[in-house]
T-cell receptor
Framework: AQSVTQLDSHVSVSEGTPVLLRCNYS??????LFWYVQHPNKGLQLLLK????ATLVKGINGFEAEFKKSETSFHLTKPSAHMSDAAEYFC????????????WGAGTKLIIKP | DTGVSQNPRHKITKRGQNVTFRCDPI?????LYWYRQTLGQGPEFLTY????????KSRLLSDRFSAERPKGSFSTLEIQRTEQGDSAMYLC????????????????FGEGSRLTVL
């Protein structure tokens, strides 16, 4: 069975410092992996996706994630945090053969300190 | 704005009343999804349509929940005899199989309809 674990419910960093949001998954198939971001009172937005091409994936707003099959991880990183990055981030896994089945993590709230 | 539109954005109702939410997807998208999100949780899949066909509805939370997409464009989600436990954010998303193929992880979300049941 598929599952997604976001290892931190909250992450707090200072503006200008690196961001690391951790995600581990389990999947019986070759998964596709995604990160979505949700700003307060806004809809979810796709940040980046991995679909069996390059293992290092670059997304919007300077974020990137690396797919590590041996570690079953898909951690999200950004070199330098900005105040506008404060939001909730969701890691999502999808089976390649699934028409609709997305498994969502519980989310990580990113807090940026000035 | 050509994104996914949801109405109303907020709905406060009394227990036992019926409520209906509407979703207008991106116009060229043939797939439409409904999710529910409660505080501190990720979205929970409810149902989805491809064009006007409802291809999966076993995840609807109870028989009080129903969804339609009569002409393959906008969709409605109705909750009958609301209960306090129905209080949540109801999210709509759309996608195009012509763009994403069978991989439906690339969804475009609306801003949600927040339901409060008193």
């Amino acid at each position: 069975a598929q599952s997604v674990t976001q290892l931190d419910s909250h992450v707090s960093v200072s503006e200008g410092t690196p961001v690391l949001l951790r995600c581990n998954y389990s999947s019986s198939y070759s998964p596709s992996l995604f990160w979505y971001v949700q700003h307060p009172n806004k809809g979810l937005q796709l940040l980046l996706k991995y679909t069996s091409a390059a293992t290092l994936v670059k997304g919007i707003n300077g974020f990137e994630a690396e797919f590590k099959k041996s570690e079953t991880s898909f951690h999200l990183t950004k070199p330098s945090a900005h105040m506008s990055d404060a939001a909730e981030y969701f890691c999502v896994v999808s089976e390649m053969d699934s028409n609709y089945q997305l498994i969502w993590g519980a989310g990580t709230k990113l807090i940026i300190k000035p | 704005d050509t994104g996914v539109s949801q109405n109303p954005r907020h709905k406060i109702t009394k227990r036992g009343q019926n409520v209906t939410f509407r979703c207008d997807p991106i116009s060229e998208h043939n797939r439409l999804y409904w999710y529910r999100q409660t505080l501190g949780q990720g979205p929970e899949f409810l149902t989805y349509f491809q064009n006007e066909a409802q291809l999966e509805k076993s995840r609807l939370l109870s028989d009080r929940f129903s969804a339609e997409r009569p002409k393959g464009s906008f969709s409605t989600l109705e909750i009958q005899r609301t209960e306090q436990g129905d209080s949540a954010m109801y999210l709509c998303a759309s996608s195009s199989t012509r763009l994403a193929g069978k991989n439906t992880g690339e969804l475009f979300f609306g801003e949600g309809s927040r339901l409060t049941v008193l």
